[in-house]
């Protein structure tokens, strides 16, 4: 299916590794122009290389800070400079420390909003004028947890509703000009998740590789999870016209995980 976003300029933040790049990747293979960004200056780089031999537009792939608000300044302008536009912004952040509650101090809460919360703020503000333009879009990549918490992962259980609360306010304040929807990422097998598996082996908690993934699989539906791909479709699709109505969604992506 051609979604139609040939020649469209994509911003996607935390998008050198896992399911941002996925993200840019469908958008690029769509060939549109992307940005993305990311913490580390190799990572980036094999981003910018990846993007650039999947699609057949303009990338721009840079390091930056999302927690930095006048990094993510400076991304947006460039982004825009680049591409002499914005089209459609998605947001993505790395997870936060795992951890229960009582082993999570001061300084762990407010890292974690300004990476989860504070990042999509001051992006969305810089992005917004662009977007409203056009007619753009803005997709949040969040988690399953803002629907469904996790054991130990309290930072993640708790500050993700930030944005997911945002998303809701923004899909009415800023319709029609800018639609704004967010997807749920459930367990999708990325770099993170496999090296999750595999220090699971090394501590002897599982017996490999395979065992591992089974447990991480165990209370999927569809009997598998996820493959990064999958979740960048969509977001792509959301993106475009073939999702004109789709507004203030918060669509799991899961293999039907959720309970609640």
């Known amino acids: 299916m051609d979604l139609e976003l040939d020649g469209s300029a994509v911003l996607c933040t935390a998008a050198s590794r896992g ?3 996925a993200s840019a990747e469908a958008f690029a293979s769509e060939g549109a122009d992307v940005a993305v960004c990311g913490s580390t200056a ?21 390091q930056a800070d999302l927690t930095d608000p006048d990094e993510v300044a400076a991304l947006v302008a460039e982004t825009v400079e680049t591409f002499g536009g914005l089209d459609h912004l998605v947001t993505s952040a790395g997870g936060p420390p795992s951890g229960p509650f009582l082993d999570t101090d001061d300084r762990d809460w407010y890292r974690a909003y300004d990476l989860l919360v504070m990042s999509v703020v001051w ?20 988690s399953r947890t803002v629907r469904q918490v996790l054991d130990d992962l309290v930072l993640s259980n708790a500050v993700r509703r930030a944005v997911d609360g945002l998303v809701q306010t923004l899909a009415r304040e800023f ?51 996820g493959e990064p791909r999958e979740l960048g479709d969509v977001v792509a699709m959301l993106a475009s016209d073939r999702a004109s109505y789709v507004n203030g969604v918060r669509l799991p992506i899961d293999g039907g995980s959720i309970r609640a």
Do not use: C, K, M
Not at 129 to 138: C, E, F, N
């Open 19 to 21: 399911l941002g790049l």
């Open 42 to 62: 190799d990572h980036v780089d094999d981003a910018r290389e990846t993007l650039r031999a999947t699609g057949s537009g303009d990338v721009l792939a840079v």
């Open 123 to 142: 992006t969305v503000r810089e992005a917004h004028p662009h977007l409203a333009d056009g007619g753009g879009t803005i997709t949040a990549i969040t």
């Open 175 to 225: 319709a029609p000009a800018v639609r704004v929807n967010a997807v749920l990422p459930g367990a999708i097998e990325t770099d993170r998740i496999e090296s999750i598996i595999e220090a699971s082996v090394e501590r002897g908690d599982v017996p490999d590789y395979e065992a591992g993934y089974r447990e991480w699989a165990a209370d999927v539906p569809l009997d598998r999870i």
